[in-house]
């Protein structure tokens, strides 16, 4: 069965202070992970997918490294507004199911 | 581009009854998935449906059933709701079923009583 651990639950940083999100991962072949940022009582906005260890994708302050058991969200001097859950999802390679199995998330607050 | 869009927004239904919510995925996706999100827990996987057809369905009773229709649009519908039916129900489209990530509607808060 394909597993997804998120850690920490929460995470309360000051402005400007960079930290990292960690995903680790059981999976029977990956196919991709994805990241997602999720706002109370929103939808999951989709960031990134990765596919292969070594790989990394940026978007402003956030950047997403992949392993063969984790991966790593890392934010560079947050703002307020970077304050959401962020969610990690991993996609199996076989079975033909393709379905996402998602982790609980990551609360992120950031302080002005 | 439009999104993902869903309806209705917010429902309050009693145990006992019948809802049906609904999903349009961005133009060109063929695959829609349905999750349910309660509250303080993780997205939980229900129902894939791709070319018109349900490919996948997780763990969940019978009365949680669907369709996808010509369009790729997608309806589900839950019967004899339960209190713990109460969740933010998400809508997810994709390009299609193999390897692509997923696209996700604003929800529909759906709260039993």
């Known amino acids: 069965e394909d597993q997804v651990t998120q850690s920490p639950e929460a995470l309360r940083l000051q402005e400007g202070e960079s930290s990292s999100l960690n995903c680790s991962y059981t999976?029977?072949?990956?196919?991709?992970l994805f990241w997602y940022r999720q706002d109370p009582g929103k939808g999951p906005e989709f960031l990134f997918t990765l596919y292969s260890a070594g790989e990394e994708k940026e978007k402003e302050r956030l950047k997403a490294t992949l392993t063969k058991k984790e991966s790593f969200l890392h934010i560079t001097a947050p703002k307020p507004e970077d304050s959401a859950t962020y969610l990690c999802a991993v996609q199996p390679a076989s079975g033909g199911s393709y379905i996402p199995t998602f982790g609980r998330g990551t609360s992120l607050i950031v302080h002005p | 581009e439009a999104g993902v869009t869903q309806s209705p927004t917010h429902l309050i239904k009693t145990r006992g009854q019948q809802v049906t919510l609904r999903c349009s995925p961005i133009?060109?996706?063929?695959?829609v998935y349905w999750y349910q999100q309660a509250l303080g827990l993780g997205l939980q996987f229900l129902l894939w449906?791709?070319?018109?057809?349900?490919?996948n369905r997780g763990n969940f009773p019978p009365r949680f059933s669907g369709r996808q229709f010509p369009n790729y649009s997608s309806e589900l519908n839950v019967n004899a709701l339960e209190l713990e039916d109460s969740a933010l129900y998400l809508c997810?489209?994709?390009?299609?079923?193999?390897?692509?990530?997923?696209?996700f509607g604003p929800g529909t808060r759906l709260t039993v009583t």
């Open positions: 999976v029977s072949g990956l196919r991709g």
């Open positions: 449906y791709d070319e018109g057809e349900e490919r």
């Open positions: 997810a489209s994709s390009s299609s079923g193999q390897g692509h990530e997923q696209y």
């Open positions: 133009s060109g996706h063929t695959s």
